[in-house]
């Protein structure tokens, strides 16, 4: 039977992608790969707002800090209120760390997620090249799907390693600073720098705290390996 132009063109379309249940799969696996990307780009973005917002609060903090430290290296008069009102915001700020570390370990057990779908994708890319009824644009397909499939793989890896080691840092950082940020308080109260081992000036207070927070956030999640 001959053909016409019309048909030889539908013909040659169906050629190029085989049968309808390879073709539906290379399509599902294309759509899934491109999801993929997408929410692995989506995370690399909150990690970079989340650990920008962190520095802000960090570098406010540090500000306060060493206002506070300044008055105190000086003397003042003990629970001199105007310290005690920077003590308090730069307690504020502390706390906006540790919530901004919280999001990253959020932010962690999502990745753990994609990790896993990775792996779940990959495994689905190799079992469809046993399918019957493909031709060769379709394996090419395939291939194509699957080595973008391994950079995401990559991209995963490393979005882990950067939040592991985001939230070790964090977690090193604020552990620091409510210790040193406690020594304030009792400078604040003294009127001058000093350890809690020296005589406390005579009327002095410790500062109230204003504004409460969560605690510290523990050791950075430890995820899991990317399956393969």
């Given amino acids: 039977m001959v053909t016409t132009s019309a048909g030889a063109s539908q013909a040659g379309t169906v050629s190029q992608t085989g049968t309808q249940t390879v073709q539906t799969r290379v399509q599902q696996l294309r759509a899934d790969q491109s999801a993929l990307a997408g929410g692995i780009a989506q995370q ?3 990690l970079n707002a989340t650990r920008n917002q962190i520095n802000g609060d960090a570098s ?4 306060l800090v060493s206002s506070i430290t300044a008055r105190l290296q000086g003397g003042t008069t003990p629970g001199n209120p105007e310290l005690v009102a ?9 706390d906006a760390v540790t919530m901004g570390i919280g999001q990253l370990n959020s932010l962690a057990s999502q990745v753990t997620t994609q990790a896993s779908v990775a792996g779940y994708l990959i495994d689905n890319i190799r079992a469809t090249f046993a399918v019957g009824g493909a031709v060769e644009a379709d394996h090419r397909n395939l291939r194509a799907i699957e080595a973008q499939t391994a950079r995401s793989i990559q991209d995963v890896d490393r979005l ?7 939230i070790a840092r964090q977690n090193a950082y604020l552990a620091r600073e409510r210790s ?8 604040i109260a003294m009127g001058r720098l000093g350890g809690p081992g020296q005589q406390r000036a005579p009327g002095g207070g410790m ?4 504004v409460s927070g969560p605690e510290a956030i523990g050791a950075p999640v430890q995820l899991s390996a990317v399956p393969r």
């Avoid at 406010?60 to 500000?63: I, L, M, T």
């Avoid at 882990?160 to 985001?166: G, P, Q």
């Fill in 160 to 166: 882990i390693s950067e939040l592991n080691s985001e």
């Fill in 44 to 46: 690399q973005q909150q």
């Fill in 60 to 63: 406010a903090y540090g500000g």
């Fill in 86 to 94: 920077q003590w308090n915001q730069a307690q504020a700020r502390l």
């Fill in 207 to 210: 500062p109230r705290r204003v």
């Fill in 180 to 187: 040193n940020l406690a020594a304030l308080s009792f400078g």
